[in-house]
């Protein structure tokens, strides 16, 4: 019984390894994001300054439950920049997690795209794009900016 605990416990705690920025610091602002047929993203402008540092940017959305998706993915680069300069970047993958395509899943993620520091107030430009050709589709995409957040150790 304590070994079966004992499982429980180190299961929960690596599914939330890599969340620190979808729960730690504080929500400075969520917006809707705007996306084209292929799936990219429209760029965004934020207003960040240092005292935000370290910064979570998050994508939440849904995925469709359809069968043609079930089991599928995107995959994207987020990329921050500051007059033309990169102040940070990083690839994720959004997945529809299908069980099988007659009983295809979907529903809502919340997902890390980067971590930031800021190295001075302005107005940073975020772009999302595909890495890859569109997969699945993602309803209701928004941005959350979390501040003061713990990212993930290196």
């Given at each position: 019984?304590?070994?079966?605990l004992?499982?429980?416990?180190?299961?929960?705690?690596?599914?939330?390894l890599?969340?620190?920025?979808?729960?730690?610091?504080?929500?400075?602002s969520?917006?809707?994001?705007?996306?084209?047929?292929?799936?990219?993203?429209?760029?965004?402008?934020?207003?960040?300054?240092?005292?935000?540092?370290?910064?979570?940017?998050n994508?939440?959305?849904?995925?469709?439950?359809?069968?043609?998706?079930?089991?599928?993915?995107?995959?994207?680069?987020?990329?921050?920049?500051?007059n033309?300069?990169?102040?940070?970047?990083?690839?994720?993958?959004?997945?529809?997690?299908?069980?099988?395509?007659?009983?295809?899943?979907?529903?809502?993620?919340?997902?890390?795209?980067?971590?930031?520091?800021?190295?001075?107030?302005?107005?940073y430009?975020?772009t999302?794009?595909?890495?890859e050709?569109?997969?699945i589709?993602?309803?209701?995409?928004?941005?959350?900016?979390?501040?003061?957040?713990?990212?993930?150790?290196?």
């Amino acid at each position: 019984m304590r070994t079966l605990l004992r499982l429980i416990v180190v299961a929960v705690m690596l599914s939330l390894l890599g969340c620190e920025g979808l729960f730690t610091g504080s929500r400075d602002s969520k917006q809707p994001l705007t996306q084209s047929e292929d799936g990219t993203f429209a760029a965004v402008k934020l207003t960040l300054n240092p005292d935000m540092n370290p910064i979570a940017l998050n994508l939440h959305g849904e995925t469709l439950a359809h069968p043609d998706e079930s089991e599928r993915w995107n995959s994207y680069r987020a990329s921050l920049t500051l007059n033309g300069s990169t102040v940070a970047g990083g690839t994720f993958v959004i997945n529809n997690p299908g069980t099988r395509p007659d009983q295809p899943n979907g529903g809502p993620f919340r997902q890390t795209m980067l971590f930031a520091a800021v190295p001075q107030a302005g107005e940073y430009e975020l772009t999302i794009t595909l890495t890859e050709p569109k997969a699945i589709t993602i309803q209701s995409p928004m941005l959350e900016i979390r501040r003061n957040t713990q990212p993930q150790p290196r």
